[in-house]
T-cell receptor, first 111, second 111 residues
Framework: SQQGEEDPQALSIQEGENATMNCSYK?????LQWYRQNSGRGLVHLIL?????REKHSGRLRVTLDTSKKSSSLLITASRAADTASYFC???????????FGQGTRLTINP | DTEVTQTPKHLVMGMTNKKSLKCEQH?????MYWYKQKAKKPPELMFV???????INESVPSRFSPECPNSSLLNLHLHALQPEDSALYLC??????????FGQGTRLTVV
């Protein structure tokens, strides 16, 4: 069974706007990761946030983690057409090597 | 070198065929993974190898047979597959408790 649930399932915004995606999970975790996937190809790692961290930044990406609510969010600021992709959260809550993915959010950036 | 290389990129096979998918990494990662991904779904974990030993098998049918010949290579042997096994097969590698690096996947079609 999938560990993470994401919302929204699909998001369409205008270029330049911010995009926020949310992820909820069920069990305790060591870390939570976000990945991007373009057109059904390989996944690219974006950010890893550990359970003792609350917020992490990488360029235009900001990830928050609330372990009390078992939830995380990914914010992409100043979106670009190239950000169009599917975004997945993944958790290791069922074992350090058992990386389990959420359902994903399909993000479309309209020029 | 932060690449995970998968071959072939595309594979069409009949239900009586035997084929193999190959995965290679030279990052010194000691954990390697096989995931299966259907269209518009998240990747589903199939197998995990840790230090060249099979550590996780997610109840995958025996028509899928993984092999880890050495610390850089991972194979997935396919035999007597069904049309519903058609999917994108992703290989990944990681160090313990770190992000995973994914290959571009093999698009498998079973006819």
């Amino acid at each position: 069974s999938q560990q993470g649930e994401e919302d929204p399932q699909a998001l369409s915004i205008q270029e330049g706007e911010n995009a926020t995606m949310n992820c909820s999970y069920k069990t305790s975790i060591n870390n939570l990761q976000w990945y991007r996937q373009n057109s059904g190809r390989g996944l690219v790692h974006l950010i890893l946030i550990r359970s003792n961290e609350r917020e992490k930044h990488s360029g235009r990406l900001r990830v928050t983690l609330d372990t009390s609510k078992k939830s995380s969010s990914l914010l992409i600021t100043a979106s670009r057409a190239a950000d169009t992709a599917s975004y997945f959260c993944a958790t290791d809550g069922q074992g350090a090597q058992k990386l389990v993915f959420g359902q994903g959010t399909r993000l479309t950036i309209n020029p | 070198d932060t690449e995970v290389t998968q071959t072939p990129k595309h594979l069409v096979m009949g239900m009586t065929n035997k084929k193999s998918l190959k995965c290679e990494q030279h990052m010194g990662h000691r954990a390697m993974y096989w995931y299966k991904q259907k269209a518009k779904k998240p990747p589903e974990l199939m197998f995990v190898y840790s230090y060249e030993k099979l550590s996780i098998n997610e109840s995958v049918p025996s028509r899928f047979s993984p092999e880890c010949p050495n610390s850089s290579l991972l194979n997935l042997h396919l035999h007597a597959l069904q049309p519903e096994d058609s999917a994108l097969y992703l290989c990944a590698s990681s160090q313990a408790d770190r992000e995973a690096f994914f290959g571009q996947g093999t698009r498998l079609t079973v006819v």
